[in-house]
């Protein structure tokens, strides 16, 4: 089958929804798909890459290919790029010589609209997968905006994809829900994004090298237990939550293998953060990595003692169950899509929005090594239901659901 996979989002960005559209292209192309990334052209200071790994390197295959449409900055937000509005003959071109059978729209923006608009053009299937809550995000972008306002623009915009598909993917249960409140009956798949198993395979050797480099930049690391974020550093990942937790973790510790929090990740709200560390008086505390590679940040699962988290907006959550995968522990607030990830306390300790009961599981994990070893196990195997091999032979069974689909919505014989 030839998969045209439309998103304004792609490495070198990297975020939840780049990480999913790579995994399922790179698995999909090793059960004999012919893929297609449509996505937007980054300058060359974001670091080019015609299809950058998972792991870092470059996906060589015949049947792999990416369309770059040329873009233009974004006001609001200086990571993203936004597809020329121009470029539709550009991108009908590419489409046409490589003529796909479905059309799987990722995101919601121009990129996205080009590929709805070619669905319907060329009276192709389209399937959507409804990745973000735009009705809760789009006011970390537009803080300008009324809340009313900028719920209602989030609704609008994921309704016309949500209307425009022949087919829809779900991450979570809660996703399926809101598709119902939007009032839409186009049929929905639930279809989670899967872990990549390839990024755990390392060795001792390779983990220990990582906490050397480590322990080499901050020797005062080699004592300390580390908590680890992993993640955007956005305002939205409600990460000034982590500091108290902090605070209150070691005043329970007295003193004792005090705790760090280790984070692995950049972003627009990195300098502010680190700003509300030192307000908080604990930037001793706090150690910033910037970006990391997977299959790097798999190795740093192995090096923490526990994974901390603290978004509330997550569709999915899937680094709560890699961390869980690589057998660490994890300590979140249980809502959107972390709740439906841990479905209560499998693999660690699902919790309200409370620094004193947050702070408190993160200390047991911390103390007890009993506990500690029993919510490793129980992680490992409850993440076993997220694996790629799984899950991919779900999306291939939607694909050919969603053309059946289309053919009945359109009344078209075999």
């Known amino acids: 089958m030839n998969v045209a996979m439309?998103?304004?989002?792609?490495f070198p960005r990297v975020n939840g929804v780049v990480v999913s559209i790579h995994s399922y292209a790179k698995?999909?192309?090793n059960r004999g798909h012919r893929i297609c990334i449509v996505t937007?052209?980054?300058?060359?200071?974001?670091?080019?890459?015609?299809?950058?790994?998972?792991?870092?390197?470059?996906?060589?295959?015949?049947?792999?290919?990416?369309?770059?449409?040329p873009s233009q900055s974004i006001i609001f937000s200086k990571e993203d790029r936004l597809a020329r509005l121009d470029k539709w003959h550009f991108v009908k071109k590419h489409m046409d010589k490589f003529e796909p059978d479905v059309i799987h729209i990722n995101s919601e923006w121009l990129v996205g609209y080009f590929g709805a608009m070619y669905a319907r053009h060329r009276h192709i299937p389209c399937i959507f997968t409804f990745h973000t809550m735009w009705e809760d995000y789009i006011q970390n972008y537009a803080p300008i905006l009324n809340k009313k306002i900028s719920h209602k623009i989030g609704r609008d915009l994921v309704k016309f994809y949500l209307?425009?598909?022949?087919?829809?993917l779900a991450p979570t249960p809660r996703i399926i829900d809101v598709v119902k409140e939007y009032g839409v009956d186009t049929q929905v798949d639930l279809l989670p994004t899967g872990i990549p198993e390839e990024l755990f395979n390392y060795t001792e050797e390779d983990v220990a090298i990582v906490k050397k480099r480590i322990i080499e930049k901050w020797p005062v690391l080699r004592d300390r237990k580390i908590l680890l974020f992993a993640g955007r550093i956005a305002k939205e990942k409600n990460l000034e939550f982590l500091l108290p937790v902090l605070s209150k973790v070691n005043?329970?510790?007295k003193?004792?293998?005090?705790?760090?929090?280790?984070?692995?990740?950049?972003?627009?709200y990195m300098d502010e953060f680190k700003a509300l560390a030192e307000k908080h008086g604990i930037q001793d505390d706090v150690f910033f990595l910037g970006y990391i590679k997977r299959n790097n940040l798999a190795m740093l699962y192995k090096v923490a003692h526990v994974f901390i988290f603290s978004s509330k907006t997550e569709t999915q959550g899937l680094?709560?169950?890699?961390?869980?995968?690589?057998?660490?522990p994890v300590v979140a607030i249980g809502e959107m899509g972390t709740a439906d990830i841990m479905q209560g306390d499998h693999g660690g300790f699902m919790v309200a929005e409370d620094t004193e009961i947050f702070a408190d599981k993160v200390y047991k994990l911390l103390t007890d090594s009993n506990l500690h070893k029993a919510k490793s196990d129980e992680g490992k195997k409850w993440s076993q239901q997220w694996t790629m091999a799984s899950l991919t032979s779900r999306l291939e069974e939607a694909y050919k659901k969603c053309v059946i689909l289309w053919k009945e919505k359109h009344d078209v014989s075999e």
């Open 251 to 253: 005043e329970k510790l």
């Open 255 to 268: 003193g004792k293998d005090r705790a760090a929090l280790l984070v692995a990740g950049d972003g627009l």
């Open 319 to 328: 680094v709560t169950a890699e961390a869980m995968f690589a057998g660490l």
């Open 163 to 168: 209307k425009s598909s022949d087919h829809i």
């Open 40 to 69: 937007v052209e980054y300058p060359e200071e974001y670091g080019f890459g015609n299809g950058i790994d998972s792991t870092g390197g470059m996906i060589d295959d015949p049947n792999f290919s990416v369309v770059r449409i």
């Open 6 to 10: 439309f998103s304004d989002c792609y």
């Open 27 to 29: 698995e999909l192309l």
